[in-house]
């Protein structure tokens, strides 16, 4: 690193709020330049999953989904609805 050039290292920086009463969250990660931003949205919870042919039920509680190449206004209405505890605004946007 230290004979690495300043313009060879990149960082996407990532934001992360969580909902401690539903133990659901969502973090946000944004690449590409200053002027063309994109961003990925990670929304967990738990959630309960079947498994064996249905017949069995697990709760897995940091169950992830994402979704990439969305905007800043995407981003932001990801936030704004898990403030207000939105779970089917995030579970429509970013995966059941």
């Known amino acids: 690193m230290t004979t690495a ?12 709020v969580e ?6 969250g969502i973090v946000i990660t944004a690449v590409g330049t200053p002027n063309n931003f994109e961003f990925s949205i990670f929304y967990k919870r738990p959630k309960i999953v079947k498994q064996f042919f249905g017949l069995i039920e697990k709760v897995i509680e940091n169950y992830s989904t994402d979704i990439r190449s969305q905007t800043k206004n995407d981003a932001l209405d990801c936030i ?7 779970m089917g605004f995030l579970s429509s946007k970013v995966g059941q």
Do not use: W
């Open 80 to 86: 704004k609805a898990l403030l207000r505890n939105d």
């Open 19 to 24: 909902n401690i009463e539903s133990k659901s």
């Open 5 to 16: 050039k300043q313009d060879d290292i990149y960082y996407s920086p990532s934001f992360e």
